[in-house]
């Protein structure tokens, strides 16, 4: 062999450099963009409502932390004219995020809000390191392919926790793997606390799969962090929480990437509830496939959400990280391509096809391994072989 050939043989494939070069300059880009809009404006963001809720949970009292004139106050003494708390901004979810800001508050809101960035960047590499196939330029690829997505970028724009949760499910995957149900139930039980959007059906997807021992250990912690929640609340901070949900659920923004685009009303939750039915019933038919019942618990969750913002369709990078270690067919990954696509619309306003493409994942996650030997007779039947 030439050393000519010997070098050819060592570089990459050209699909796979063109991938990892526009990737990695999108990712650049996104960089550039996220540090301007931070030395301009490091409080008009969605870290703020939390940095506020753990202020107020320090300094007031856990039970205040839905307290809207509270939170009025409280970004009146820390950020300047013009921020304001309305149905948009204003914190609703659970208390335990509230918790988890509390070391932050030590700083600034514009330092804490770096560094909370930093944790983020932090947990989603961990997430790509435990779950992620391939080798090499391959699998840094993918790292670069769901930094350069528009959710994702938005998500650390605003200060989001879709990397947190995303960590906290690669890590709840990792320990399904290894058969470690006590742990696995536990980790799922605080994702849920984070952002019950992305994951409420995955555990009743591993239940309808036979694998009750995670469900019921998510369960009980799930259980135990609900006493906490509502102890720390009181009565008062659950009619406050409950008023702030009230105030909230006007805003049609907050349902931007859900079947609420169809119509509002019955028209969009007869879909969700068929959306997430579909996803339940496809876990229980694969249940052989755990990567499939993983995939279709988390994809499930967001299909029927009534609560769904742009950047939540971050977390779909961890259920195609996994599907994509089974070496799927290529209608899969070609839907997957598909899928990088309707994100990027998001970035223009055009949110459609990116409901429409996760509902169709539904689909094509039940699909699988019916496409997979389609696609293996397909080759052999050109190749000539025999079909078994």
Not at 101 to 128: D, M, Q
Request: glycine share 8%.
């Amino acid at each position: 062999m030439t050393r000519t050939g010997s070098a050819e043989n060592r570089l990459p494939p050209l699909w796979l450099s063109a991938a990892a070069t526009t990737a990695a300059i999108t990712v650049a880009f996104g960089i550039a963009r996220w540090v301007a809009h931070f030395l301009t404006n490091p409080y008009e963001e969605d870290f703020r409502l939390n940095y506020v809720a753990a202020e107020i949970g320090l300094t007031r009292g856990w039970s205040h932390i839905y307290d809207l004139d509270l939170e009025r106050q409280i970004t009146a003494s820390f950020a300047p004219a013009g921020v304001v708390i309305d149905s948009y901004h204003n914190y609703v979810t659970p208390p335990p995020l509230a918790w988890l800001l509390a070391p932050f508050t030590l700083f600034s809101i514009p330092t804490g809000f770096l560094l909370w960035t930093l944790f983020s960047v932090a947990a989603l590499v961990a997430a790509w390191w435990l779950v992620s196939p391939g080798k090499g330029l391959a699998r840094v690829t993918l790292l670069l392919v769901a930094l350069s997505l528009w959710p994702m970028h938005y998500m650390f724009w605003l200060g989001q926790t879709t990397a947190i949760s995303i960590a906290l499910l690669a890590l709840t995957w990792w320990l399904l793997e290894r058969e470690r149900w006590a742990p696995a139930g536990v980790v799922m039980a605080v994702a849920l606390f984070i952002k019950p959007q992305l994951l409420l059906l995955l555990p009743v997807a591993l239940l309808v799969s036979g694998r009750w021992r995670p469900a019921l250990f998510c369960a009980l912690a799930g259980g135990i962090l609900a006493a906490v929640s509502v102890v720390s609340l009181g009565q008062g901070g659950i009619n406050s929480y409950l008023a702030s949900v009230d105030y909230t659920k006007g805003n049609p923004i907050h349902s931007v990437l859900t079947f609420a685009w169809f119509g509002r009303g019955p028209a969009a939750t007869g879909l969700e509830v068929i959306a997430g039915a579909a996803a339940l019933l496809l876990a229980w038919y694969r249940r052989d496939r755990m990567d499939l019942v993983f995939a279709l618990g988390i994809v499930g969750s967001t299909a029927s959400a009534f609560y769904l913002h742009e950047y939540d369709a971050a977390v779909f990078v961890l259920p195609a990280w996994i599907v994509l270690r089974s070496r799927p067919s290529v209608p899969q990954q070609v839907w997957l391509l598909v899928g990088i696509a309707a994100a990027q619309l998001i970035a223009i306003g055009v949110f459609k096809p990116m409901v429409l493409w996760e509902a169709g994942w539904i689909a094509m996650l039940g699909l699988e391994p019916w496409l997979a030997t389609q696609v293996r007779q397909l080759r052999a039947i050109s190749s000539g072989a025999t079909v078994p």
